[in-house]
């Protein structure tokens, strides 16, 4: 079966901190990998797509990296700030799902807490 | 928000009643989605549909249908709601581009069955 697992499941840093968040797939072949923030309250929102080519993918801050070889991939958040507080969601799609999306395979997430 | 909105926003319900969620889009897109998100879960999918009166099953589907008549409109209905079915729904879209689809989520339904 498919897994996304994601590490750790929750984080606490200091506001101005580095974090890496884990996400390791089982998921072979896949198309692309996802990343998703996820504020309280509100539907999940992406950061960045990867491809099965691509080792790197940059939104602002937020640098999200892919070793297809060992099936792992990493967020790192730079300078965090408050407002990085959420969840943020692993997701790993396969070939096949194309437009349908109806193959995804979505990890449980890792809880964000950036304390002032 | 790529123009998706849910209603209601939050409803609580007795078991044994049906209950109608809907999504409603602006832009026309092909492809609608209904998840269900729990805690110690990831997000589930139920159903999706890729065009009116189009519809598929997805992983959780059970005690669920959906319908599809207009291009904007997707509902979710539960027949007989259980406490099973406490959970908060979201609705998505597709949107193909650069060869890849992204998907945009409706800000979500807090369901509670009691």
């Known amino acids: 079966k498919n897994q996304v697992e994601q590490s750790p499941q929750s984080l606490i840093i200091l506001e101005g901190k580095n974090c890496t968040l884990q996400?390791?797939?089982?998921?072979?072949?896949?198309?692309?990998l996802r990343w998703y923030k996820q504020d309280t309250g509100r539907g999940p929102v992406s950061l960045t797509i990867?491809?099965?080519?691509?080792n790197t993918k940059s939104n602002g801050r937020y640098t999200a990296t892919l070793d297809a070889d060992t099936k792992q991939s990493s967020l790192h958040i730079t300078a965090s700030q408050l407002s990085d507080s959420a969840s943020y969601i692993c997701?790993?799609?396969?070939?096949?799902?194309?437009?349908?999306?109806?193959?995804?395979?979505f990890g449980k997430g890792t809880h964000l807490i950036i304390q002032p | 928000d790529a123009g998706i909105t849910q209603s209601p926003r939050h409803k609580v319900t007795e078991t044994g009643t049906p209950v109608t969620l809907r999504c409603h889009q602006t832009?026309?897109?092909?492809?609608m989605y209904w998840y269900r998100q729990d805690p110690g879960h990831g997000l589930r999918l139920i159903h999706y549909?890729?065009?009116?009166?189009?519809?598929d099953k997805g992983e959780v589907s059970d005690g669920y249908s959906v319908s599809r008549s207009k291009t904007e409109d997707f509902l979710l209905t539960l027949e007989s709601a259980t406490s099973s079915q406490t959970s908060v729904y979201f609705c998505?879209?597709?949107?193909?581009?650069?060869?890849?689809?992204?998907?945009?989520f409706g800000p979500g339904t807090r369901l509670t069955v009691l």
């Open positions: 998505a879209i597709s949107v193909e581009g650069g060869g890849t689809d992204t998907q945009y």
């Open positions: 996400c390791n797939y089982t998921v072979s072949p896949f198309s692309n």
């Open positions: 990867m491809t099965f080519s691509e």
């Open positions: 997701v790993v799609s396969p070939p096949s799902s194309g437009g349908g999306a109806d193959g995804l395979t």
């Open positions: 832009e026309n897109h092909r492809y």
């Open positions: 549909s890729y065009g009116v009166k189009d519809t």
